[in-house]
């Protein structure tokens, strides 16, 4: 790889290097095509999630969860 990328970008031997290296369109599509496919799902994701926060106005049955991390508690102290 060293000794392509010194052929191509070397100056006396080839003063004008290869179309194909200096791939900037498909390296602008490689980068703005697979960040679409995400939006066009998250979009869709997004309404039907907001829509569902409105349905429900008086739930029938609320749940409280407690939870303590790595299964302990730490003590609280009051001057600190």
């Known amino acids: 790889m060293l000794v392509r990328a010194l052929w191509h970008f070397h100056e006396?031997?080839?003063p004008i290097p290869q179309r194909?290296?200096?791939?900037?369109?498909?390296e602008i599509l490689?980068?703005?095509?697979p960040s679409?496919?995400?939006m066009f799902i998250a979009i869709p994701s997004f309404a039907l999630l907001y829509s569902m926060d409105e349905v429900v106005v008086d739930p029938a049955i609320t749940m409280k969860a407690i939870g303590h991390?790595?299964?302990?508690?730490?003590?609280?102290?009051e001057g600190d």
Do not use: E
């Open 69 to 77: 991390q790595w299964y302990r508690s730490a003590p609280l102290h």
């Open 30 to 33: 490689r980068t703005i095509f």
């Open 12 to 14: 006396q031997t080839n």
């Open 20 to 26: 194909i290296v200096h791939g900037t369109t498909i």
């Open 36 to 38: 679409l496919i995400p």
